[in-house]
C-alpha cells in the first residue's frame, strides 16, 4: 500500500486515469472487498404455487413444513448506478496552501471513484454544474466510457456561480433507478435550497454521498493584516482586518461544517469532509472503510 | 571638529524626504485586494484611521529617506573642519603686493617689478594691486584679502616711501591678523628744483613764474620773471566798464593766480553785455574746474556777502556757480565757442567780480601734483615699526573644496544598494499578503 498520495503531486499527472489507477489500487489494496452493492439476486417474496411456475423457484423447505407449495419471487437483478455531481462553481477554483485548487481536489477524488467503481462493473455517470448543469454524462459501465468520463472530469475549469440545489435535483432526476449520488462540493449555495434537494433525493430512494470539499485556508482564515476580500463567485469585494475577524470567523465557519454534519447525518447522507491538503487516498480510504462499516445508507 | 557647508542651499533638497513618505502613506491607503470562495463568513472592519497612521515598509521607508537624505546632504557639499584640515588652512598664505606706480618711482619701475616678482613664490596666492596712492593701495588690498582663501594674510608693500605716501593711520586701519611688510626701491632724488605756476598777469605788469626747490626738509619759492604764454582771459562789459575791467585784472593780478594755458579758455561776462549762444559745460576740463570753483569758501563767503540789486540772471543752459544772501544765482557758469563763460550778476568793480575771476583761475589749471616732488623717504626705522607677521584667524575660514560630499554619494549608493536588496528579499506588506492569500 501506498503510504500517502499527496494531492499535489497527483494533480501534477496530466494522465487522469493513471491517477485513479494509483490512488484506487492504494487505496483497495487494504481492503478485502468493495463496499459497493448492487441489486442483483435479491430476495423479494412467496406467492403460492400456480401452475406454470418453474420448480426450480419452489421452496422445498416450506413445503416440508406447511405440505403447501411455495414460489420465492426476486427484485429485478442490476449493477448499482452512481451519478457523479461536481461542483465547478469559482469557488471551486480556490487554491490551499499546496496550490491544489478544490475543483482539482474533487476531480482526482472523481476519477478515483470511478476508476472503482468501474472496476466492478458498476455504472457511473457525471454532471458538471455551477449555476446551472454545464455537462452530463450519462451513467454506463466499461472501461471506454469511464475514459471518455475522465477526460470530461479533466476539462472542468471553475468559474461562475453556484446552484447546487438545481444540479442535485437534476441529478436525481436522471438516475432512471434507485442509484447513488456523489456530490463534490464546497457547499457556498443557498443551504436551505440544498437541503430541500437532498431530502428529495433521499426520498426518491437515491443514496446520497457528499464530499465537502475545503481547503484548510478556509477553515481558519489564512489571510494576514489587512485585506481587501473578493468574493470569487460575486465578485464583491470586503475590506476586512484579518487578525480582528478570525476568531469570529472561526466560530461561524465551524457552525457551518457542523450544519451540514448533522444535516447530512440526520437524512442518512454520507458526509466525508475532503481538506485539498489531505492525501486522497487517505481521504478515500476513510469513505470507504465508513461505508463497509455503517454499509448502504439505505 | 565641526561642519561646513560648501553650498548650503541644496540642504533644502531635504524637503524631497517627504516624496517617499508620502508614497508609502499613499500607498498603505489601499489594502491588497485577495480573493477568497465566499463573503458569508468574514465581517466588514474600518482600519481606514490606523491605515494613514502608519505608513507601509517602515524598513523600505526609512531606507529611501535615508537615501534622499544622503543626496541632499552631498549636494550641499559638506565639509568636516578636522584639525589637520584647519591646519593646512592655516598654512595658507594670501599676499596682496602693492605696487607704487608713482611719478616718483618711474625711474625704478624695473626694480620694482622685480622686488615684486620675488615675492611671488612661496605664498598660496598672489595678487597685485599697482597705485599711485599707497593708503588707497592698502585699503583695496584690505578689501582684496577679505575675500582671499586663506589663513593668512599678508599685504607687501613696494614703492620708494616718499614721506607722507603712508601714515600710521593707514596702517591702524588695516585688520590686526593681515601682515605687513614693506620693500623699498631706492629713487635718485632729483628735482629738488622745478616749476610752479606762470602767474596770471594784468596790463603792462610782467609776467612771473614759481621756482620752487626743496632743500630737505626746507621748501623755497622763487618769482622769476617770464614771458607771458598762457592764453588771456576775454571780458565782455559794457564799454563805460573798460576801466573797471582792468582794474579787476590788476587786483586779481596782484592778489595771486594762474595763467590758464593756451588750450583752455575763459570768458567773463558782465550784465549789459550781449550773451553768447550758451550750453551745459560737457568737456571734462570744464566739468573739473566747475567742481573746484563751486566748492571755494573764498568765492562762496564773498557770494553769500552780496547785498546789491542783481541784474536778471539767465536762465539754462547757465549753471550757478555761486549764490548771494538771498540765494539768487550771482554767478553762473556755461561753455560757448570751447570757452568757459562765467557770467557775473554784478559790475566788474564788485568784490564778487575779482572773487569769482580768480577762483575760476585756480579752477581751471590743473593742480600740480606737490606730494610727487617729495625728496624725503619714510625712515627705515618707521618702516619696520609698521611691520608686522600674518596672523591665522578663525573669522577668516571658509570651506574649501573639494569637501567630503564624495563619501555622503558613496553613502546614498551603498543605501540604493541596500535597498534593491530589501526589495527583492523582503516584499512589501502588500506582496506577502497577497502571498499568504
Not at chain 1, 476513510?286 to 439505505?298: I, Q
Not at chain 2, 599697482?130 to 608693500?157: C, F, M, P, S, Y
Request: with cysteine.
Amino acid at each position: 500500500m501506498i503510504a500517502t498520495l499527496d494531492p499535489r503531486v497527483l494533480s501534477a499527472i496530466s494522465d487522469l486515469e493513471l491517477v485513479a489507477r494509483v490512488t484506487v489500487d492504494g487505496t483497495i489494496a487494504g481492503l478485502h472487498r468493495s463496499p459497493f452493492h448492487g441489486y442483483s439476486a435479491e430476495f423479494s417474496q412467496y406467492r403460492p404455487y400456480r401452475a406454470g411456475d418453474d420448480l426450480k423457484y419452489v421452496d422445498w423447505k416450506l413445503y416440508a413444513r406447511t405440505d403447501r407449495f411455495y414460489t420465492k419471487q426476486f427484485r429485478e437483478t442490476t449493477n448499482l448506478v452512481a451519478l457523479m455531481a461536481v461542483d465547478a462553481s469559482g469557488s471551486m477554483g480556490y487554491a490551499g496552501v499546496n496550490g491544489v485548487t478544490k475543483a482539482t481536489y474533487a476531480r482526482l477524488l472523481g476519477a478515483a471513484l470511478s476508476h472503482l467503481l468501474a472496476g466492478q462493473g458498476d455504472g457511473i455517470g457525471l454532471v458538471v454544474y455551477d449555476a446551472a448543469v454545464r455537462q452530463y454524462i450519462p451513467s454506463r459501465t466499461g472501461w471506454s466510457h469511464i475514459r471518455s468520463l475522465l477526460v470530461a472530469l479533466s476539462r472542468v475549469e471553475p468559474g461562475g456561480r453556484t446552484a447546487a440545489a438545481s444540479a442535485l435535483k437534476r441529478a436525481s432526476e436522471l438516475l432512471k433507478r434507485r442509484g447513488l449520488i456523489i456530490l463534490f462540493s464546497d457547499l457556498y449555495d443557498d443551504e436551505d435550497a440544498v437541503d430541500r434537494e437532498l431530502r428529495r433525493a433521499v426520498r426518491m430512494g437515491h443514496e446520497v454521498a457528499v464530499f465537502h470539499v475545503l481547503t484548510p485556508d478556509e477553515v481558519t482564515l489564512g489571510l494576514t493584516g489587512e485585506v481587501e476580500v473578493e468574493d470569487l463567485e460575486s465578485q464583491k469585494t470586503m475590506l476586512t482586518r484579518a487578525s480582528d475577524v478570525r476568531a469570529q470567523y472561526q466560530i461561524r465557519f465551524g457552525q457551518f461544517l457542523e450544519r451540514w454534519r448533522t444535516r447530512c447525518a440526520g437524512y442518512g447522507v454520507d458526509y466525508t469532509q475532503a481538506m485539498t491538503t489531505a492525501p486522497l487516498d487517505e481521504t478515500l480510504r476513510t469513505f470507504l472503510l465508513r461505508r463497509r462499516v455503517a454499509g448502504p445508507a439505505r | 571638529m565641526s561642519l561646513d557647508w560648501l553650498n548650503p542651499a541644496a540642504l533644502a533638497g531635504l524637503a524631497l524626504i517627504a516624496g517617499p513618505v508620502l508614497v508609502h502613506l499613499l500607498r498603505r491607503q489601499r489594502a491588497p485586494r485577495v480573493t477568497f470562495p465566499t463573503l458569508q463568513f468574514l465581517v466588514p472592519t474600518r482600519a481606514a484611521a490606523a491605515r494613514l497612521r502608519r505608513p507601509s515598509d517602515l524598513l523600505l521607508l526609512c531606507l529611501r529617506a535615508a537615501i534622499v537624505s544622503a543626496a541632499a546632504i552631498a549636494a550641499a557639499q559638506p565639509v568636516f573642519v578636522t584639525t589637520w584640515r584647519r591646519a593646512a588652512w592655516e598654512q595658507r598664505l594670501a599676499r596682496v603686493l602693492v605696487i607704487d606706480q608713482s611719478e616718483s618711482i618711474a625711474t625704478a619701475v624695473s626694480r620694482a617689478r622685480d622686488a615684486a616678482a620675488a615675492e611671488r613664490g612661496g605664498s598660496t596666492q598672489v595678487s597685485e594691486i599697482h597705485t599711485t596712492n599707497l593708503a588707497d593701495g592698502l585699503k583695496q588690498a584690505a578689501v582684496t584679502l577679505r575675500r582671499a582663501d586663506a589663513g593668512r594674510a599678508e599685504i607687501l608693500v613696494i614703492s620708494d616711501f616718499q614721506l607722507g605716501s603712508l601714515t600710521a593711520s593707514d596702517v591702524r586701519a588695516l585688520p590686526a591678523e593681515i601682515g605687513l611688510r614693506f620693500t623699498t626701491v631706492d629713487t635718485p632724488r632729483t628735482g629738488a628744483t622745478f616749476q610752479g605756476w606762470r602767474s596770471f598777469h594784468a596790463g603792462s605788469a610782467p609776467a612771473v613764474e614759481q621756482q620752487i626747490t626743496l632743500d630737505g626738509s626746507r621748501t623755497r619759492i622763487a618769482l622769476i620773471a617770464a614771458k607771458p604764454s598762457g592764453r588771456a582771459v576775454t571780458f565782455l562789459a559794457p564799454a563805460d566798464q573798460a576801466e573797471d575791467v582792468a582794474a579787476l585784472k590788476r587786483v586779481v593780478a596782484a592778489a595771486g593766480a594762474p595763467e590758464i594755458p593756451v588750450d583752455r579758455g575763459l570768458t567773463m561776462i558782465f550784465p549789459g553785455a550781449v550773451l553768447p549762444a550758451a550750453e551745459p559745460p560737457r568737456v571734462l576740463w570744464m566739468v573739473n574746474a566747475l567742481a573746484i570753483a563751486s566748492a571755494d569758501d573764498r568765492l562762496r563767503t564773498v557770494a553769500s556777502a552780496h547785498r546789491g540789486a542783481l541784474a536778471r540772471s539767465p536762465g539754462p543752459p547757465w549753471v550757478p556757480l555761486a549764490l548771494n544772501e538771498s540765494g539768487q544765482p550771482l554767478v553762473l557758469v556755461a561753455a560757448a565757442n570751447k570757452d568757459l563763460v562765467a557770467y557775473v550778476s554784478a559790475a566788474p568793480s564788485d568784490l564778487v567780480a575779482a572773487a569769482a575771476l580768480r577762483s575760476l583761475l585756480s579752477a581751471i589749471v590743473p593742480p600740480p601734483n606737490w606730494r610727487e616732488r617729495e625728496v624725503e623717504r619714510l625712515s627705515a626705522s618707521q618702516l619696520a615699526e609698521w611691520t608686522r607677521a600674518a596672523k591665522p584667524s578663525a573669522a577668516r575660514w571658509t570651506p574649501q573644496p573639494p569637501g567630503d560630499a564624495r563619501w555622503l554619494w558613496g553613502l546614498a549608493l551603498l543605501l540604493l544598494l541596500i535597498e534593491g536588496f530589501a526589495r527583492r528579499a523582503y516584499p512589501t506588506a502588500r506582496e506577502e499578503q497577497a502571498h499568504a492569500a
